[in-house]
């Protein structure tokens, strides 16, 4: 199954690839290169369909957790004071996402959507630690009976050239539900408040809509 931002792109490239094979054969090349060059088109068709894979997760819906919101690597854990919207001192969790990684984003509680913005900006490297502040990046607020205001925010990097979000004020939204998805490497960052029981580690491989990231 493949998330619906990548159907134009994976049939492009199939039509590519196709044309390309049908172009090869063509040509009166020696049979090494040729199987060289198929390879090396399949690769890369294989690459794209993993890319834009949207699997299925079993969501436990439970207004005590959040979920993870992306697929990925715990990078930071840390007390931040959070001031675009919060405007208070919040425990960050942030989830580094590799270009291997499933980048669906998904809603990490359930609630009403209270803010959703979008900022343009810089692509410095994921992993830096002004990208969540300078780099391109959506902010949304989900207020959740159980944690109250949880935000996240998906945040581009030096691959990622375009982040879409579907949250939109005022909607009640579906705990693991998709909420977006990031095109290449990027990082999602999750501001909890600081009572939160966080259960994950630094390094701790987690998978969205399915790992607990803290309870309540």
């Not at 063509?26 to 199987?35: H, P, Q, V, Y």
């Not at 993993?50 to 439970?62: A, D, Y």
Request: aromatic share 10%.
């Amino acid at each position: 199954m493949f998330h619906k931002e990548g159907h134009k792109i994976i049939l492009g490239t199939l039509i590519i690839v196709v044309g390309l094979f049908l172009l090869i054969d063509g040509f009166n090349l020696a049979s090494w290169i040729k199987t060289s060059v198929m390879i090396a088109l399949l690769v890369f068709l294989v690459l794209i369909l993993q890319f834009f894979r949207n699997p299925k997760r079993f969501v436990h819906i439970n207004d005590d957790n959040v979920v993870s919101p992306v697929d990925g690597k715990v990078v930071v854990i840390e007390e931040v004071f959070e001031k675009e919207y919060l405007k208070e001192k919040c425990i960050q969790v942030s989830v580094f996402m590799s270009p291997i990684n499933v980048h669906v984003t998904r809603y990490p509680v359930g609630g009403k959507i209270l803010y959703s913005k979008y900022h343009p900006g810089k692509y410095l490297v994921a992993w830096h630690p002004k990208a969540s502040e300078e780099n391109e990046r959506t902010t949304v607020v989900v207020e959740n009976h159980g944690f109250g205001k949880v935000l996240y925010r998906q945040i581009a990097g030096a691959l990622a050239k375009r982040i879409v979000n579907y949250a939109i004020e005022g909607e009640q939204v579906v705990q693991g539900s998709d909420s977006g998805f990031i095109k290449f490497g990027s990082r999602v960052d999750l501001f909890l408040p600081l009572d939160s029981n966080i259960k994950v580690a630094l390094n701790d491989k987690v998978r969205g809509g399915e790992s607990i990231i803290a309870e309540k």
